[in-house]
């Protein structure tokens, strides 16, 4: 059973640099697309970041180029560390995982549950 698990969120102040973790278990870690997305309220949950299962490269939203970045340390848990925070990148963030995406920004077949990121100005 493919199961993801996000964790690491909380109140943060501006500038802050927190990290992310997204526990996954139940698949291949580089046979599956992985995602970053983020909800904020009242706005359409967007991509974040994402890796490439066709290539293994790793993508960001212009919004975060540069503060965020997506990397995995032993093919079980994906990280997304959060430099530069901004009272703009306050959302529920997701990790998302899909077997079949050739795009890493299509629609996930498999999500965990979001972990909120407050940030204060």
């Known amino acids: 059973e493919v199961q993801l698990q996000a964790s690491g969120g909380g109140l943060v102040q501006a500038g802050g640099s927190p990290r992310l973790s997204c526990a996954i278990s139940?698949?291949?870690?580089?046979?599956?697309?992985i995602g970053w997305f983020r909800q904020a309220p009242g706005k359409e949950r967007e991509g974040v970041s994402c890796?490439?299962?066709?290539?293994?490269?790793t993508y960001y939203a212009d919004s975060v180029m540069g503060r965020f970045t997506m990397s995995s340390d032993n093919a079980k848990t994906v990280y997304l560390q959060m430099n530069s925070l901004k009272p703009e990148d306050t959302a529920v963030y997701y990790c998302?995982?899909?077997?079949?995406?050739?795009?890493?920004?299509?629609?996930?077949?498999?999500w965990g549950q979001g972990t909120l990121v407050t940030v204060s100005s």
């Open positions: 890796i490439s299962i066709t290539d293994g490269s």
């Open positions: 139940g698949f291949t870690f580089d046979e599956y697309a």
């Open positions: 998302a995982a899909d077997p079949f995406l050739v795009n890493c920004w299509g629609t996930y077949d498999y």
